[in-house]
């Protein structure tokens, strides 16, 4: 395997959802280098139809206190500008479902109806983790469901470049829920979509959270070899 090879696959299999930073700073310069990097991804006809804001202090501070101001509303849960998840789940994705939220609230020490424990991580969720970084991504409202592919493709490249610079991250669909308080702080105009928030920064070490390592399938359970 040649170097080049080795340091993709390994930003690819290292790379995992980070839920705890630590406060040093990451440079505007190398962030607009991932960026950069990032707009690499394939998109059909060259579209390029991902949007980014990178969120700035001011606007920082006013979002997340909209944010967590909406989470206390008795309006919540609010309508989500699209939806991620099917309206119900069925096996094998009910199970991982599961295991992941469990093994994750575990190491937090949330037990199954401690509403408070999961309030004050959903709070920690929408203050990016306290992420230096906080990226808000957009799509136009009237593109296809091939342009979301190629979305996501741009998203795994942000995150990956990042993972490549000694960065960690956390994409973070919960943005999309209170897109309401989003759209208004960020002004965000009625033709985007909110898809999803970044997290950027180097992972906390001592974080409980941190230790979370989803399972994955092996090659064989979701391919077929055709001759």
């Known amino acids: 395997m040649t170097d080049a090879a080795e340091a993709v696959e390994s930003a690819i299999a290292s790379r995992r959802a980070i839920r705890a930073f630590l406060p040093d700073p990451v440079e505007p310069e190398l962030l607009h280098r991932i960026l950069a990097v990032a ?3 394939p998109s059909g006809t060259n579209m390029q139809p991902w949007k980014v804001r990178v969120i700035g202090p001011d606007s920082r501070a006013r979002l997340e206190a ?12 609010a309508a989500e500008e699209y939806r991620y998840y099917p309206e119900s789940f069925r096996e094998p994705y009910l199970s991982r479902r599961r295991k992941v939220g469990w ?11 401690d509403t408070a424990g999961m309030r004050r991580q959903t709070a920690a969720n ?24 190629d979305l996501g493709m741009f998203v795994q490249n942000i995150l990956i470049a990042a ?3 000694g960065l960690n ?25 909110v898809v999803c928030g970044i997290a950027i920064g180097k992972a906390d070490p001592d ?7 989803p399972e994955r399938e092996p090659v064989e359970a979701f391919t077929t070899w055709l001759a």
């Open 169 to 193: 991250s956390c994409p973070q669909a919960i943005f999309a829920r209170f897109h309401p308080v989003v759209r208004r702080e960020l002004a965000i105009p009625e033709n985007e979509v």
């Open 126 to 149: 929408l203050r990016f983790f306290d992420a230096p970084v906080a990226l808000m991504v957009t799509i136009d409202r009237d593109l296809e469901i091939g342009s979301w592919l």
């Open 66 to 77: 909209g944010l967590l101001a909406a989470l206390d509303s008795p309006d919540l849960p």
């Open 103 to 113: 093994d994750l609230y575990g190491l937090l020490g949330v037990k199954k109806g």
């Open 163 to 165: 993972q490549g610079h």
């Open 39 to 41: 707009a690499q991804a």
């Open 207 to 213: 974080a409980p959270a941190n230790a979370l390592v």
